[in-house]
C-alpha cells in the first residue's frame, strides 16, 4: 500500500491566476487576472460590447497601460449592481488590486496614478422630514 503524498505548494512564479475585488457606489466587481494576449471578458462579452461609452473603455485599459501590460494578461470580469461607469470603475479597482499580486513592483506606479484607492462616495441616505437628502419639501406661504 502507498501513502499518499501531497503536492508542494505553488510558488508566485507557477501560479497563473490572480483575483481582485473592486468597489465603486454600490458596483461590484471580481476581477480574474490571467497570463494572455490581452483580452477583456466582462459578463461574457467583449469589453467593447458591454461598455457603450469610450470613457468606460479607456477608464478599463488604464492600469493594465501603466503597468506596460496590455497583451500580458487576459481580464475576466464579473460585475453587479450600479451602473456602466461604477462598473467601469469597480473593474479599475479589481484589475489594479490583482495585477499587484501577479507583480507587487507595479505597486508604486499604480498607487501613483490613484488606481488602488476605493473611491469612497456613495449616495446620501434620504432624511426624514425631507424629500431626498437635502433637498426639503416645497414651501407654501399661502
Do not use: H
Not at 451602473?83 to 489594479?96: D, E, P
Amino acid at each position: 500500500m502507498t501513502t499518499p503524498t501531497t503536492a508542494p505548494a505553488p510558488t508566485v512564479a507557477d501560479k497563473q491566476t490572480w483575483w481582485g475585488t473592486g468597489r465603486r457606489k454600490t458596483a461590484v466587481a471580481r476581477v480574474r487576472l490571467k497570463k494572455g494576449t490581452g483580452r477583456i471578458v466582462v459578463n461574457g462579452l467583449e469589453y467593447e460590447k458591454y461598455f457603450d461609452a469610450v470613457q468606460d473603455r479607456l477608464l478599463i485599459l488604464n492600469p493594465l497601460q501603466i503597468a506596460k501590460s496590455v497583451n500580458r494578461f487576459d481580464v475576466f470580469s464579473n460585475c453587479n449592481g450600479g451602473g456602466k461607469t461604477g462598473q467601469a470603475g469597480a473593474i479599475v479597482l479589481g484589475i489594479a488590486r490583482a495585477m499587484l499580486k501577479a507583480d507587487p513592483s507595479q505597486e508604486l506606479s499604480l498607487r501613483d496614478a490613484g488606481l488602488l484607492t476605493r473611491d469612497p462616495r456613495m449616495k446620501e441616505r434620504k432624511k426624514y422630514g425631507r424629500r431626498g437628502a437635502r433637498r426639503g419639501f416645497q414651501f407654501s406661504k399661502r
